[in-house]
């Protein structure tokens, strides 16, 4: 009997466990069909998955069609058990990845997509949920071949030819063969399943059994069993405990078999197999062994982790998907945080996605985990399981550090009666690779069991940057060279040595901060894409418009995780409740604030006793510290790269607030219009004395607009356009609303403007960029008696003004309010009226000021007061008593 495993992957709410359910009923498995929303899914086993109706935890069944026995694996489909699911990826024979066909392929469709790949895995896709009112087929396909891949093909039995003209497409070979015989093998269609380069696409609904017999018996006939070597092998792919605390190693047997006491080398110990379990949702029965193909749980083992090769089985690479946000664990009072650490680091080996960090210096413990709905499982398992009740702090982004150059690190331990020197190579690894370790190192300069140490000793820990101590990744480090003292050598000063040199290098490279960035659809009526366009850019994210149907609009695109982990909340507001946004992690790119982050964190690499960067030499039977500076002047073994000619030392400039000074003047900007506009007017325009912006097309509404100049037509509308995000940055009460929220600067200044025209009865027309945002259109909004506008893609605010003033500089009398020196020019060049941000400031105050004393006046007027009534003469008199 052959032997698949399979794994079933979807974005929640796909119907992922419901294919599953139904799977399980074709085969026999079960009798009735489970419901997610009635709590009797077969495989939702953990009383939080029924309460709560999503998949937490990954779990297989066992089931047989005919000369097939399938071990099916269920795997979350939230992204905040995202990680669970990509453990599962690396035992999979084939995936099942579920499409709901109303929603189509959605962010975390992709993230699952691009795992599939990174693993190599052979893909079958079912598009569930089309019995619903408004699926398409065509529709969806589109979707897929946009999204996915355009050799996702749809297997219609109707269509026969046309399916088999797009699977030739996909292979030189299978095209030969197909202009030869005019048709498609079996076996090559098999062929091209299994190389990943034609994706079978079935239709149907799960819930309703409608298309899903049709999809097995496709996906039985299509699939073949993998062939396995004879030395033993396996993968693990997860860590667990039964109801009795036993611990369990879950694992695929990859080549081979395995028996009971069986002795097995995990992290160089040695431990034997007391049992082999092999489970179907809650149960489970014994093996005395176990063949290849086979996923099975053991006990005995107590040294094995997630992602380790057993036998001639290889380590998987770091994982794709890691935490991106940080919580402070909060206990009740008389609880010791050292109790808690023991049962933190039991669940921390069963959910390697759930990071425990200890911090010795404040005695306190962090967990590094996907999502909040993650920590609500982790709050339940702590009271259910341990009986310990926990709160959690305020999240923090969990930031990473990389380098961009190379560089090479030196560390040296010499001690008395010590010594060790390390060499190592730094370079920047490409985005999202972890961190890879390796040595080029000649065993005639280290031997072969000290090169080994220094690979384990890199292995062993996460080292810290030196920007803001975060951890580092996407970095290749390369042992290259070193020294061993056949006395005087012991394994613990290769470890000193090993760490000084990575710090050491650090402290050399140009690095960088990279911080956690999602994926994102936005979902909004068409009219908000103009401000939603607009919120994205300003959150340092970038989109493109997917698509517009009807009065709905899709946004797509990715933004740092920092900027929008709270964005579904302003979604909500402004859209009032009609948009929906949907993430999932897409991984580390570079941080929007770097200068920022390191201020907030004020780490100092040099104080960090932990970290040191120095190294240690001896002299005269003492030690004394060299500082990292230092190093390369005193170390024993020659340099591996050469030095280099210049000095590429990364330089931070930290942005200053501009002041007054900073803006150009209008006498300024009058000398360079008439060095570059007036330059070629002729001869006979020399005499003239150019009249000053303030005397021609300036004067500022705080001087009384009645001194304007007679360049304007009094008979004509008066507009004052503003550029908005310029006058954000300059005034501090709304400088100071950016840091919370860019959305209530906006909103502030849109009101103040508004109450501004209520008094001036000018037509006001405030301009916000959103030019960096991909596929944005030009989006122009009425806000009470004032007009907004956002720019389109590729056009600033500038760009818009300067168009505006140009285009209408006959029709109306336009005033343009900014302190941008460069667009003061242009504007100046357009023929309209200036006034810098200060100058508004004080205008419109100047305005509120008149008007509340006009009120005053008024009501004073309204008043019968004696003095009113009486002569001036009996008023002086009055006065001298």
């Not at 959605?106 to 949920?129: C, R």
């Not at 070629?680 to 001194?707: C, V």
């Not at 389109?792 to 209408?808: G, K, L, S, V």
């Amino acid at each position: 009997m052959r032997k698949l495993t399979v794994g079933v992957l979807a974005h929640v709410d796909a119907g992922k466990t419901t294919l599953s359910e139904s799977m399980l009923y074709y085969s026999g498995k079960i009798r009735t069909l489970g419901r997610v929303d009635n709590k009797d899914a077969y495989l939702d086993t953990f009383e939080l998955e029924r309460a709560r109706g999503i998949t937490i935890f990954s779990k297989q069944a066992v089931m047989n069609f005919d000369d097939t026995e399938i071990t099916l694996l269920d795997t979350p489909g939230h992204v905040d058990f995202s990680a669970e699911m990509e453990r599962t990826l690396q035992v999979l024979d084939y995936a099942i990845l579920v499409v709901s066909g109303m929603d189509g392929v959605q962010n975390h469709t992709k993230t699952v997509w691009e795992l599939l790949d990174n693993y190599n895995v052979p893909t079958f896709i079912f598009v569930n949920k089309m019995d619903q009112k408004g699926t398409e087929v065509n529709r969806v396909m589109e979707s897929l071949h946009k999204d996915l891949s355009d050799r996702c093909i749809y297997f219609n039995d109707e269509d026969i030819d046309e399916r088999n003209e797009l699977l030739a497409l996909c292979d030189e070979d299978v095209m030969d063969n197909f202009m030869t015989l005019g048709d498609v093998s079996d076996e090559d269609i098999r062929d091209l399943i299994i190389d990943r380069k034609a994706f079978p696409v079935f239709f149907g609904s799960a819930l309703k059994q409608d298309g899903t017999d049709e999809f097995f018996n496709q996906f039985l006939y299509y699939t073949d069993e993998r062939a396995y070597p004879e030395e033993f092998g396996a993968k693990v792919f997860k860590i667990t405990r039964d109801s009795q605390g036993n611990r369990l190693t879950h694992m695929k047997i990859t080549a081979g078999s395995l028996k009971v006491k069986d002795p097995i080398e995990s992290n160089e110990m040695i431990e034997k197999v007391n049992q082999i379990r092999v489970y179907s949702g809650e149960k489970y029965h014994t093996e005395s062994s176990v063949e290849a193909g086979t996923i099975c749980a053991v006990t005995g083992l107590t040294k094995t982790r997630p992602g380790e090769g057993l036998g001639i089985e290889v380590k998987s690479n770091s994982p794709y998907l890691e935490p991106v946000l940080s919580y402070k664990l909060l206990l009740e009072d008389g609880i010791d945080e050292r109790q808690v650490l023991p049962y933190l680091r039991e669940l921390e080996d069963e959910e390697p996605e759930l990071r425990i960090l200890w911090e010795e210096e404040n005695q306190s413990i962090f967990i590094q985990v996907m999502g909040k709905v993650q920590l609500e499982i982790l709050t339940s398992i702590l009271e259910n399981r341990f009986g310990i009740n926990v709160g959690f702090g305020h999240g923090e982004i969990v930031y990473r550090e990389t380098i961009k150059d190379t560089v090479e690190g030196v560390g040296h331990f010499e001690p008395l009666r010590h010594y060790s020197e390390v060499h190592l190579l730094m370079e920047a690894g490409p985005k999202g690779s972890g961190m890879m370790f390796s040595s080029k190192c000649s065993e005639d300069i280290l031997s072969r069991n000290w090169q080994n140490l220094v690979l384990q000793h890199l292995n062993e820990k996460a080292h810290r940057g030196v920007l803001i101590g975060a951890n580092i990744t996407d970095m290749k480090i390369t042992l290259v060279s070193g020294r061993a003292h056949n006395k005087h050598t012991s394994g613990g000063d290769f470890r000193q040595a090993t760490y000084r040199a990575v710090r050491q290098g650090l402290m050399e490279a140009s690095s960088v901060i990279l911080e956690p960035y999602y994926r994102f659809k936005l979902n909004i009526p068409e009219n908000m894409v103009g401000k939603a366009m607009t919120d994205i850019d300003q959150i340092h994210g970038t989109c493109v418009i997917e698509k517009i149907e009807g009065n709905s609009a899709t946004l797509v695109g990715e933004a740092p995780v920092a900027t929008m982990r709270n964005y579904q909340e302003e979604v909500y507001a402004y859209t009032k409740g009609e948009g929906r946004l949907s993430i999932s992690v897409k991984g580390y790119d570079i941080c929007h604030n770097p200068e920022e982050i390191i201020e907030k964190f004020n780490y100092d690499p040099e104080l960090d006793l932990f970290n040191p960067s120095g190294s240690v030499f001896c002299s005269k039977g003492t030690g004394y510290t060299v500082a990292w500076d230092e190093v390369k002047k005193h170390m024993h073994v020659e340099s591996y790269l050469k030095p280099s000619k210049g000095n590429d030392e990364k330089v931070i400039v930290r942005k200053k607030k501009p002041s007054e000074d900073d803006y150009i003047s209008h006498e300024e900007i009058d000398a360079i219009f008439n060095k570059t506009f007036y330059a070629n007017q002729g001869r006979k325009s020399i005499w003239k004395k150019r009249k000053t912006s303030k005397e021609s097309y300036y004067t500022s509404t705080s001087t009384k607009s009645n001194n304007r100049s007679n360049s304007y037509d009094k008979s004509k509308e008066e507009y004052l356009l503003v550029d908005g995000y310029n006058i954000i940055h300059d005034w501090p009460e709304l400088k100071e609303d950016t840091d919370s929220s860019m959305g209530i600067a906006r909103d502030k200044l849109m009101d103040i403007l508004s109450n501004y025209q209520a008094i001036r009865k000018c037509q006001i027309i405030l301009v916000f960029d959103a030019y960096r945002v991909k596929g944005g259109r030009e989006s122009v909004e009425d806000y009470h008696n004032i007009r907004v506008v956002y720019t389109a893609e590729a056009q600033t605010a500038d760009h818009y003004i300067e168009r505006f003033a140009r285009e209408n500089r006959k029709k109306y009398r336009v005033t343009v309010a900014t302190s941008d020196g460069l667009q003061q020019i242009i504007i100046r060049g357009s023929g309209a009226g200036l006034m810098s941000a200060r100058e508004l400031r004080e205008t419109i105050k100047s305005a509120e000021d008149t008007l509340a004393k006009e009120h005053l006046s008024k009501n004073k007027k309204d008043k019968n007061l004696i003095e009113d009534m009486i002569s001036d003469e009996l008023k002086k008199k009055l006065e001298i008593e």
